[in-house]
């Protein structure tokens, strides 16, 4: 049924947004309203294109599947940023002849010369931003942030890393990842936190896991690598970017514990690891909230986490979705690292997300407890970022 309304609501929006461009474009090129099908073809191919996500939510796992979810992606980046503002442009124009009838009492359409210039704006507008969001997205840069070697407990300097999202899937180039190793590994990390969704919900959209499990073993740290899993690290269709199944069908595919073991990075399962030459530091890795993933319905609470562990000891938290953030100072958290926000990756995603969430990004004080949360180096969806960048965190304990 969930995947019936997602179809109809997803139909739904394709005819409005065509029915938004028919008008335009049918001035544009029948202007004598006397071919009415050369503007219905163009208007039949924008539709098919729009179409791409769909198909790629309903065929199975496999070479069509990950054209139609690649080439699905790409438009929706150009499409947000053509329809969108068509949308809001076109209730204007309503809104403004509407007052103009009253007034008059005459019927105006928008002429051939407006209608032109409005769909080539558009256009140009789209492919800029699209353009630039592609570059700034495989564009990774470095964020330094310092706190104070005592939070924890750490009685030399210490250097974390901290990269997120990296989400490898239909989209992705191998470049950007070997651009994130060669960043990681100039900071001379002594740890490295990875704080999930290493793929987008299908292991085989990788096409050659291989191929970034080389690069992805090549980061260097003086300590450990540690990793956990995120929300869109299961096996689960998408459909613009929203699944249809429930967090009991969001199963993990077998070969990724293998993929990270290839990495070179030690999973953490609701586990805790105590490094003793780190003056004791405990790493709590936490599963994810909403997709524990492995059969588990529910992850453990902080309370059982911490049950064996004395309340002097230095905790670092790493989980994917910065959530019960209220409640670490509470539990004795000293840092807390997440990803899983983008900070928006694309605006006005970015906005919203501020809006939204108790931290979608950057450093923050909850209490006694520092929580820091990363935009993450790859992207969800359109491979664009627009707003937010694409980054490692580096944490200098000083």
């Not at 039949?44 to 294109?49: A, C, F, S, T, Y």
Request: net charge negative; hydrophobic share 40%.
């Amino acid at each position: 049924m969930k995947l019936v309304i997602m179809i109809a609501i997803y139909i739904c929006t394709e005819i409005i947004g065509l029915t938004l461009l028919y008008g335009p474009l049918r001035r544009i090129v029948d202007p004598e309203r006397k071919h009415a099908d050369r503007a219905v073809w163009p208007v039949v191919l924008i539709g098919i294109i729009l179409a791409f996500p769909l198909f790629g939510a309903l065929v199975p796992d496999g070479p069509l599947c990950w054209f139609f979810q690649k080439w699905g992606n790409l438009s929706i980046g150009y499409l947000i940023y053509f329809f969108v503002p068509l949308l809001i442009i076109r209730l204007c124009e309503f809104l403004v002849r509407a007052i103009r009838r009253l007034r008059t009492h005459e019927k105006q359409t928008p002429s051939r010369v407006y209608c032109t210039l409005l769909i080539l704006i558009l256009l140009a507008g789209s492919v800029a931003l699209n353009v630039t969001g592609s570059v700034r997205a495989h564009d990774v840069r470095t964020t330094f942030y310092e706190i104070p070697r005592e939070v924890l407990g750490q009685t030399e300097p210490l250097r974390i890393v901290l990269i997120g999202d990296t989400h490898i899937g239909v989209n992705s180039s191998p470049q950007l990842y070997r651009d994130m190793v060669d960043r990681i590994n100039e900071q001379d990390p002594d740890i490295v936190l990875v704080a999930g969704d290493i793929v987008t919900s299908s292991y085989g959209a990788m096409r050659d896991p291989d191929t970034y499990s080389d690069i992805l073993s090549q980061i260097k740290a003086k300590h450990s690598k540690y990793v956990i899993y995120g929300n869109h690290d299961v096996e689960e269709p998408l459909l613009g970017g929203f699944t249809y199944i429930g967090r009991e069908n969001a199963h993990r595919h077998p070969e990724m514990d293998q993929f990270i073991a290839d990495c070179d990075w030690t999973l953490l399962r609701d586990e805790v690891i105590r490094i003793p030459e780190l003056g004791g530091l405990c790493i709590i890795g936490r599963r994810d909230e909403s997709r524990p993933g492995d059969g588990v319905s529910e992850r453990a609470s902080l309370d059982a986490l911490l049950t064996d562990l004395k309340p002097d000891e230095p905790l670092l938290l790493l989980q994917h979705e910065p959530t019960d953030l209220e409640a670490l100072d509470e539990f004795g958290i000293d840092l807390a690292v997440s990803g899983h926000t983008h900070d928006g990756q694309i605006f006005p995603g970015k906005i919203i997300s501020r809006i939204r969430g108790p931290q979608s990004y950057g450093l923050k004080k909850w209490g006694d407890a520092t929580v820091i949360v990363t935009s993450g180096v790859g992207y969800y969806g359109p491979p664009i970022r627009v707003g937010t960048i694409s980054e490692i965190v580096v944490i200098d304990l000083k």
